[in-house]
């Protein structure tokens, strides 16, 4: 069973934005050290956007993403969220959230130790 949802994906013009926002069927599933956004763009493999620690304090971007998305995460409302600003067609895809046991700072983000459970994700076309 889907253990993690997705949503506010959605057509956008470039240069819009989105914030997409992932819930678990259980509270437990994001109280994670590290959680994270991932991509997969049309014919082309799922790729790690973002990642965070536990307190919010250490992120990680992918660099085509670096300075128009940011990545953060309520504990309390047991959600991770993806802020996405001027989008540009490169965005387009379907995007996910996972978990990882812990936020591996001296390590690639997209080696972590990534769950093998993944939600059904939500679209982000981003087209005019």
């Known amino acids: 069973q889907v253990q993690l949802a997705e949503s506010g994906g959605g057509l956008v013009q470039p240069g819009g934005s989105l914030r997409l926002s992932c819930a678990a069927s259980?509270?437990?599933?994001?109280?994670?050290?590290?959680l994270g956004w991932f991509r997969q763009a049309p014919g082309k493999e799922r790729e790690v956007v973002a990642a965070?620690?536990?307190?919010?304090?250490?992120?990680v971007y992918t660099d085509s993403v670096k300075g128009r998305f940011t990545i953060s995460r309520d504990n309390a409302k047991d959600a991770v969220y993806l802020q996405m600003n001027d989008l540009t067609p490169a965005d387009t895809g379907v995007y996910y959230c996972?978990?990882?046991?812990?936020?591996?700072?001296?390590?690639?983000?997209?080696?972590?130790?990534?769950?093998?459970?993944w939600g059904q994700g939500t679209q982000v076309p981003v087209s005019s």
């Open positions: 259980e509270r437990s599933i994001l109280n994670k050290d590290a």
């Open positions: 996972n978990t990882a046991r812990a936020y591996y700072a001296n390590a690639d983000v997209g080696s972590w130790p990534w769950s093998e459970y």
């Open positions: 965070i620690s536990w307190l919010g304090g250490s992120t």
